[in-house]
């Protein structure tokens, strides 16, 4: 499991522009170190200044992770507007390049894998500045200890979001309309980052790096696929496939989305199946805990045996998702699982559409009592390359496994936060075919947000699996909407 992702580009201390004799200059200089760039986004030439390669923190572990790449139109230096923004006024998109929990430099625009343009070139020909932040990820090592295990990545996404706060005077867009974006891992450190701005817990390990002193806070969230709230998937993964006793799974080295990905397939050993009852018997537990109301103030619940309105709820998204691409054309008559009358979706056999779906993973699917996992990786420590961080895996665990920290294990979790937290807009994707982590988890997400009087655009789009940044016109039209 260690390595560079093959995908990221490798950053040495020679590329870094802000090196000085004595330490890293941390005061952005918009007249130094920037290269002029061209692109073509629908037709229409762009062009922008690159401020790459920065270090953000005084005392960076890994330089190769630890910078911020900048991004701003070319037409803010001349005093001109792009669409509807200007230098005083242009918002700041945040992408991330977190994937799998594994290390994500600093994310250069261009062309994504579909050959169109990626969401950091088309935020700036919409006139946004682009802040693309690097962070360490969890197969780090450095002279014999482990350097990116949690809660490394949020540390580093919190250091670079002080980096802009501090410097928002010495350069065009503003600070306070920071949205963050990212995919999978990465969607859920962007959850995480608007979950826990300025929360106190982090400042030791902000001070450790040398980050500057400054707000964390930022401004929305735009999350894809999160694999969040990393206690509970391993329960609603098995509420949601219990049934399902074959899967295809990844390899583990492969968790990445942005990866290609290789499927070996299986069915599940008894003791497997053993575990999946167990952990399926405890997620009605956790979600009647939450005490979840939907859009009528009608509590969702579950009981013993998995049924109840929070099922119903999950039901009713894909329900949603399918009648969406209804209207807009595709043709459904495929699915025999749904029941179509007068143009509109009226139902859908749940077990069916889940058997459709298939399992992807194996019990258990986040923390396993083999330590096999990538977030078994990712709650490791500097010595110590895997660990459990739940109590039913440790109990269980065939290689005499230890917890993580308690207090680490809280602070990835945004649920745990988002009590505090002042984001007010989150948009949340999870595509219908995503079997990542089960539905629930976005959904509990996104309707404990709602709950707590925040603005949330939450969906399941049709027939999509497990991948991000597939709807950059919505996207922005909703980043639009939400900065006004
Ligand atoms: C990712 C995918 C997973 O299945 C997972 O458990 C963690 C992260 C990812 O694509 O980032």
Redesign the pocket.
Known sequence: QTGTPMNKKVITEDMITNKTENGYNLNFDVNKNYTIKTATVNGKTITYRAYENIVYVAKPVDIAYQTINIYIPEEYFKNKSVGKYNAKSAPIFFPNT?????PGAAGVPGNGRDGKPDASLVALSNGYVVASPGARGRTLEKDGKYTGKAPAVIIDLKAAVRYLRYNDDKMPGRADRIISNG??????VSALLGATGNSKDYEPYLKEIGALKARDDIYAVSAY?P?TNLEN?NTAYKWMFNNVKTYKK?EISM????VERKYTEGTLTDDEILRSNDLKKMFPDYVNSLKLKDKNGKLLTLDENGNGSFKEQIKQYYIDSANTALKKGTDLSEFEFLTIKNGKVVDLDYDKYIAYMGR??TPG??DNVDLS???NNEFGDETTNNKHFTQYMLEHSTVNGTMADKKIIKMMNPMNYIGSSKVKYWRIRHGAIDK??SLAIPAILAIKLENLGKKVDFASPWATP?SGDYDLTKLFGWIDKVVA
């Open positions: 977190v994937g799998g929990y594994m995919t999978s891992a990465g969607g859920a696929c694999i998937p990844i968790l990445d989305y942005n992807q993973k699917a986040f996992t990538g977030e990542d982590t497990h």
